[in-house]
């Protein structure tokens, strides 16, 4: 769910959901950031009627494995995106720009940046 470069996400991992914002990229370098605000939610199904019922539109679901790493003060997550379309790349996160600059140099050598391009694909599989 979407509003400009803002969206809503609802998450489920086994018994568990949750909702989350995420804030536009600002993205300087190889490095973007954004904020992220989690909230625990009981309800999904309910939790999207309440998004709808305020205007927020569904735009795309997915079904994601991702595998965690630890490194340092960082986060080095694969993430395989199996449905609608299969898609994997990595993600680092951390606290800061420093941790998340730091894992990507150990893995330079082998990984390559991503940009908008890599997730065209995901917009043929937008609801309308």
Same mark, same amino acid.
């Given at each position: 769910?979407?509003?400009?470069?803002?969206?809503?996400?609802?998450?489920?991992?086994?018994?568990?959901?949750?909702?989350?914002?995420?804030?536009?990229?600002?993205?300087?370098?190889?490095?973007?950031?954004?904020?992220?605000?989690?909230?625990?939610?009981?309800?999904?199904?309910?939790?999207?009627?309440?998004?709808?019922?305020?205007?927020?539109?569904?735009? %795309?679901?997915?079904?994601? *494995?991702? @595998?965690?790493?630890?490194? =340092?003060?960082?986060?080095?997550?694969?993430?395989?995106? !199996? #449905?609608?379309?299969?898609?994997?790349?990595?993600?680092?996160?951390?606290?800061?720009?420093?941790?998340?600059?730091?894992?990507? %140099?150990?893995?330079?050598? *082998?990984? @390559?940046?991503?940009?908008? =391009?890599?997730?065209?694909?995901?917009?043929?599989?937008? !609801? #309308?």
């Amino acid at each position: 769910m979407k509003t400009a470069e803002n969206f809503l996400r609802i998450r489920t991992k086994k018994e568990k959901s949750e909702l989350t914002f995420k804030s536009g990229r600002d993205t300087k370098g190889k490095v973007s950031e954004r904020t992220e605000i989690n909230v625990p939610i009981e309800n999904p199904k309910n939790m999207q009627k309440i998004l709808n019922s305020l205007g927020f539109k569904l735009i %795309r679901k997915n079904k994601t *494995i991702r @595998e965690y790493f630890l490194i =340092d003060d960082a986060e080095l997550v694969i993430v395989k995106i !199996i #449905e609608p379309v299969n898609l994997e790349f990595v993600e680092i996160e951390g606290k800061t720009k420093d941790n998340v600059e730091f894992v990507a %140099r150990l893995f330079d050598k *082998i990984l @390559e940046p991503v940009g908008k =391009d890599y997730f065209a694909v995901l917009d043929n599989w937008k !609801i #309308e």
